[in-house]
């Protein structure tokens, strides 16, 4: 009984991260290609054909992490997602759209004109 519980609650909290990785892989993919190849060349922060491979590619490999352990819901005990090469290829995503994330959007940001001291706080209302 106890081991089905350790089963679940390893099940939940993997998923769970593996959902915030693969949500952060797409923000950042979803901002490259929003972002015109032209912005990139104006801070010199690489091309857009490279970040958007880079961060497609970490969406890829967080999606291959979580899609074996969603499809098993159906069965009678979940499967957790593997802690060995899929894993670390999901860490390895997660750490090159935070590196987009961190690095080359607020540099973007500043130069499509939004970033001219002032936060971005959403809508006015």
Known sequence: ???IFLIYVEFLILVAFG??????????LGDCLRTPASAFERVYKKTKTFWTALTAGASFFGFLFIIGPIMS??????MAPSLGMG?????????AAGVYLADVRPVLVEVRGRGNGQQNRGSSW
């Not at 959902?19 to 950042?28: D, E, N, R, V």
């Not at 894993?87 to 750490?95: D, E, K, N, R, S």
Request: with cysteine; hydrophobic share 70%; proline share 7%.
């Open 19 to 28: 959902l915030l990785a693969l949500g952060i892989q797409l923000w950042a």
């Open 1 to 3: 009984m106890v081991a």
């Open 73 to 78: 819901l159906g069965g009678p005990v979940p």
């Open 87 to 95: 894993m670390i290829l999901c860490l390895a995503g997660v750490t």
